[in-house]
Nanobody, 124 residues
Framework: QVQLVESGGGLVQAGGSRRLSCAAS????????MGWFRQAPGKEREFVAA????????SYSDSVKGRFTISRDNAKNTVYLQMNSLKPEDTAVYYC?????????????????WGQGTQVTVSS
């Protein structure tokens, strides 16, 4: 089992940057696929990015590709989401998620473990 705690959210101006972190408990962090999802008010939870166990395979949604970068540091049990060129439509609660079995990474219901979320608000 793994517990996840996100941090790094806040208010940022459009065009700015923000880095989210997700710290995981447990000694088997390196065995989990990690994902970032987001949910805006009144909208469904949507896929943002995912990274494989080793970090060698990453995926992004079309809406963030080229602006966001997912990475992980298995020695620190942490996954990151670097967000650049932020837009007001990126405003949402951002969640990290973990799954040990090989998931369909873009589907939020494939993940068993979730953090509490961190709010990112992008002002225009």
């Amino acid at each position: 089992q793994v517990q996840l705690v996100e941090s790094g959210g806040g208010l940022v101006q459009a065009g700015g940057s923000r880095r989210l972190s997700c710290a995981a408990s447990g000694r088997t962090f390196s065995m989990y696929v990690m994902g970032w999802f987001r949910q805006a008010p009144g909208k469904e939870r949507e896929f943002v990015a995912a990274i494989s166990w080793s970090g060698g395979d990453v995926s992004y949604s079309d809406s963030v590709k080229g602006r966001f970068t997912i990475s992980r540091d298995n020695a620190k049990n942490t996954v990151y989401l670097q967000m650049n060129s932020l837009k007001p439509e990126d405003t949402a609660v951002y969640y990290c998620a973990a799954e040990r079995q090989k998931p369909e990474v873009r589907l939020w219901w494939e993940y068993d473990y979730w953090g509490q979320g961190t709010q990112v608000t992008v002002s225009s």
